[in-house]
Nanobody, 126 residues
Framework: QVQLVESGGGLVQAGGSLRLSCAAP????????MGWFRQAPGKAREFVAT????????DYADSVKGRFTISRGNGKNTVVLQMNSLKPEDTAVYYC???????????????????WGRGTQVTVSS
């Protein structure tokens, strides 16, 4: 499994915004669906957002719909999670993941992703 690199986490007040970025060093990473998951203290890892291999289809957890947006970055080797109207319950370590199979439509299931980053901490205060 290839480790991805997340960045952009930090401490923000409720109602604020953060922009997370995930870098995939592999040249062929643009043909894989990508996803974001998060894990809060004492909680199981949960799905946040996913995007298909060409960026044309996205899906979101109900808890973040209308507030978060997943997209491909300027380079196709990156994926971005724009988080707006942040809430304290969004506090978690956020993980970027790459799908196991090329040309996929995206997935909400962690087991469908074969490469993971080490995570970036997002803390939302109120």
């Amino acid at each position: 499994q290839v480790q991805l690199v997340e960045s952009g986490g930090g401490l923000v007040q409720a109602g604020g915004s953060l922009r997370l970025s995930c870098a995939a060093p592999e040249r062929t990473s643009n043909v894989y669906a990508m996803g974001w998951f998060r894990q809060a203290p004492g909680k199981a890892r949960e799905f946040v957002a996913t995007i298909n291999w060409n960026g044309g289809t996205t899906d979101y957890a109900d808890s973040v719909k209308g507030r978060f947006t997943i997209s491909r970055g300027n380079g196709k080797n990156t994926v971005v999670l724009q988080m707006n109207s942040l809430k304290p319950e969004d506090t978690a370590v956020y993980y970027c993941a790459k799908a196991r199979y090329a040309y996929g439509s995206g997935s909400t299931t962690a087991g469908d992703f074969g490469s993971w980053g080490r995570g970036t901490q997002v803390t939302v205060s109120s």
